[in-house]
T-cell receptor, first 109, second 110 residues
C-alpha cells in the first residue's frame, strides 16, 4: 500500500463547478499536511497547509481527519486557471515529505 | 527573492557520461532534498540532507551521489548516466513547515 493515496482522476469539470479531492495516508506519525499544485512541466507550489480544525483560503477549503487519516480539498466556483495537478503531501516531524501521486483537474469552459 | 535555484534547466547526456545538477537556496534552510518525477510515478525521493555535512538516502538513491558542504548548496551527481535516469529532477528545501521547490531540471539520457 502506498504511503499517500489520492483519487486517481482525471477530473473534468465545467467552470463554476465544485470539486472535491480525497487523500489518505498510512503513517499515523504524520504531523504536517499540505496540498500542492503543479502545473504542466512546472515545479510543485504550495496551495495550502492543512490544519486539524480545517482551514479555508478563498475558494479553497482543506479538511483533516486524523482518526481516519484522511485529508480533503474542496474547490468552489472552479476557474479555468484551476486546471492543474493537485498533490497531497504529508510529513512526520523533522522527516521527509511524502507525496501522493496527484490528481489532475481540467476545468472546461 | 531567489528561493531555490536549480541549474541547468535542460540537459541531454549520452549513456555513461557523468554530470552534476546544481541546487542552491538562500533561505538558510537546514533540510534539502532531491526528487525525480516520472509519468505516473509521482515525486520520488533520491537523497536528502538535514544540515551541512549530513546526507542520507531516499527511496531511489542508486546511481546518484550527493554532498552538503554548505547550508546553501546541495548538488546531485549522476555517476554514469543511464537511459533509466531520464526524468525531471526537482530540488527542494524546507525549514519546519512546507517545502520550496526549484524550477526543475529536465534530463534526457540517450
Amino acid at each position: 500500500r502506498k504511503e499517500v493515496e489520492q483519487d486517481p482522476g482525471p477530473f473534468n469539470v465545467p467552470e463554476g463547478a465544485t470539486v472535491a479531492f480525497n487523500c489518505t495516508y498510512s503513517n499515523s506519525a504524520s504531523q504536517s499536511f499540505f496540498w500542492y499544485r503543479q502545473d504542466c512541466r512546472k515545479e510543485p507550489k504550495l496551495l495550502m497547509s492543512v490544519y486539524s480544525s480545517g482551514n479555508e483560503d478563498g475558494r479553497f477549503t482543506a479538511q483533516l481527519n486524523r482518526a481516519s487519516q484522511y485529508i480533503s480539498l474542496l474547490i468552489r466556483d472552479s476557474k479555468l486557471s484551476d486546471s492543474a495537478t493537485y498533490l497531497c503531501v504529508v510529513r512526520s516531524y523533522g522527516q521527509n515529505f511524502v507525496f501522493g501521486p496527484g490528481t489532475r483537474l481540467s476545468v472546461l469552459p | 527573492n531567489a528561493g531555490v535555484t536549480q541549474t541547468p534547466k535542460f540537459q541531454v547526456l549520452k549513456t555513461g557520461q557523468s554530470m552534476t545538477l546544481q541546487c542552491a537556496q538562500d533561505m538558510n534552510h537546514e533540510y534539502m532534498s532531491w526528487y525525480r518525477q516520472d509519468p505516473g510515478m509521482g515525486l520520488r525521493l533520491i537523497h536528502y540532507s538535514v544540515g551541512a555535512g549530513i546526507t542520507d538516502q531516499g527511496e531511489v538513491p542508486n546511481g546518484y551521489n550527493v554532498s552538503r558542504s554548505t547550508t546553501e548548496d546541495f548538488p546531485l551527481r549522476l555517476l554514469s548516466a543511464a537511459p533509466s535516469q531520464t526524468s525531471v529532477y526537482f530540488c527542494a528545501s524546507s525549514y519546519k513547515a512546507e517545502a520550496f521547490f526549484g524550477q526543475g531540471t529536465r534530463l534526457t539520457v540517450v
